[in-house]
């Protein structure tokens, strides 16, 4: 039986709740976080609380460290469950912010409007990041594959990993007769909105379903929640791949390098920051919102367009005047060069390019109290 969206939404926002209670450490980053607080002179108290992206996750465990050693009487919580449950919530008015690897939808757009006051909700880019398809092959750390042949791994039309197709882009490579067991993810996920995006627009022979953050029923193959499950379930099963956020994955597995253009380009903060300068915005949103239209099918040397630029969705006024100063105060760090520093070293995510960071500046300083 489908759910229907009030339902779904008010199941998220219960769950975001729950979630955020548990939520929170005084000084996740320990002792020298602790002594920084102790010093700071800011006054600004209260708390703030988000939910959404899994891919986010260690990012925004290093922002929320950050920001609380500049405003120490500051509690910012988030929930990571997901982009979809993230936008619910906030939709739902149980947080304040939302963390989403996809931007808001025509539909949310209209259901922000009456959440967030008359001119909705806003789409601020806050993270970029490669995503990566990740694969358990002992003693493989690499492989080239084109869009096509992605797809026809995930639909389970390429069974083995000694298959022609994979062999005839990897010469050289002695490639094992295990079988392919491709994991998805099971929640409504922006990642998979992304990898299935890239895959229509990069194979759409080969991949002929609309780009969704739902995963298509009837492919087989295994799924888990979240970016961390699904790279342990991929960890645990020799012959595994799955699509996940870069942060997530370590050393243990091997990465696919993506075909563009005649090159094949390694998975990197920097391949996934060429490709973003590519994008261009969505027509027809409002003048502070930016959501982002990525080129999958760039043949920018040296461009990685299998990415996910992840949003901090904040509604475009609030109610209440503090909860606004929170919720922009903590925005204007998230996109200042300090926190995507800490983005970066903490999640090894890109940071978003100067003339953009302009952009997100200025439209969450836009932000408003309603009357």
Known sequence: ?????????????????????????DYPLGEEQREAAENSTSTLSGIIS?????????????WIGGFRVLHPKVQVQYSPDGSGAGRNALLAGAVNFAGSDAYLQDEELGEARETCG???????????????VAFNLPGIDSLNMDAATIAKLFRGEIEFWNDPVIAAQNPGV??????????????????????????HEAAPEEWPNDPSGSWPGGLGGENA?????????????EGAVAYSDDSVVDDSLGTVNLKVGEEYVPISA??????VEQATRVQGRGEHDIALHLDRTTTAPGAYPLVLISYQIFCSSYEDADT???????GQYVVSEEGQQASAEAAKSAPIPDSLAVQARAAIESITVRP
Do not use: H, W
Request: charged share 15%.
């Open 1 to 25: 039986m489908r759910t229907s969206r009030p339902l779904r939404t008010l199941a998220a926002a219960a769950a975001a709740v729950l979630a955020l209670s548990a939520c929170g450490s």
């Open 324 to 330: 606004a100063e929170l919720v922009k105060t903590f």
């Open 50 to 62: 988000g939910s959404g992206s899994t891919a986010q996750g260690p990012a925004m465990d290093a």
């Open 225 to 237: 929640q979240g970016s961390a499950g699904v790279i342990s379930t991929v960890t645990r099963t």
């Open 174 to 199: 002695e490639l094992p007769q295990t079988r392919i067991t491709a994991v998805s993810r099971a929640d409504d996920s922006g990642t998979t909105e992304n990898f299935t995006e890239y895959l």
């Open 118 to 132: 008359p001119d909705g909700a806003l789409d601020i880019p806050a993270y970029i990041s490669p995503i990566a």
């Open 270 to 275: 920097e391949a996934a920051s060429i490709a």
